[in-house]
Nanobody, 126 residues
Framework: QVQLVESGGGLVQDGDSLRLSCTTS????????MGWFRQAPGKKREFVAA????????NFADSVKGRFTISRDNAKNTVHLQMSSLKPEDTAVYYC???????????????????WGQGTQVTVSS
């Protein structure tokens, strides 16, 4: 069993930066792809970014490419989502997810991930 806890959300202004963190418990972190998804009010949850258990490759949604980066620290069982040049349309609840896989390429679909955090709110004001 893997438990995930997100932190770092908050209220920021258009153009600001924010770093989300996700700390996991359990012994399987190093074998898991780690992903970030988000859900805005009235919308479906969507993929944001993912990082392989092999540290590379990473995947990003087109809407965040060039603005967000993802990294992981296996010694601390933690994955980070660094968000820059934030826009009001980035406002959402951000979820961390973990999924074990033998593939090196991290998935971009919700079905690729077995474990989910409770989410952290990110609000970007204009």
């Amino acid at each position: 069993q893997v438990q995930l806890v997100e932190s770092g959300g908050g209220l920021v202004q258009d153009g600001d930066s924010l770093r989300l963190s996700c700390t996991t418990s359990g012994r399987t972190f190093s074998r898991c792809h780690m992903g970030w998804f988000r859900q805005a009010p009235g919308k479906k949850r969507e993929f944001v970014a993912a990082i392989s258990w092999a540290f590379s490759p990473t995947n990003f949604a087109d809407s965040v490419k060039g603005r967000f980066t993802i990294s992981r620290d296996n010694a601390k069982n933690t994955v980070h989502l660094q968000m820059s040049s934030l826009k009001p349309e980035d406002t959402a609840v951000y979820y961390c997810a973990a999924g074990e896989s033998l593939r090196v390429e991290p998935g971009i679909n919700e079905d690729d991930y077995m474990y989910w955090g409770q989410g952290t709110q990110v609000t970007v004001s204009s």
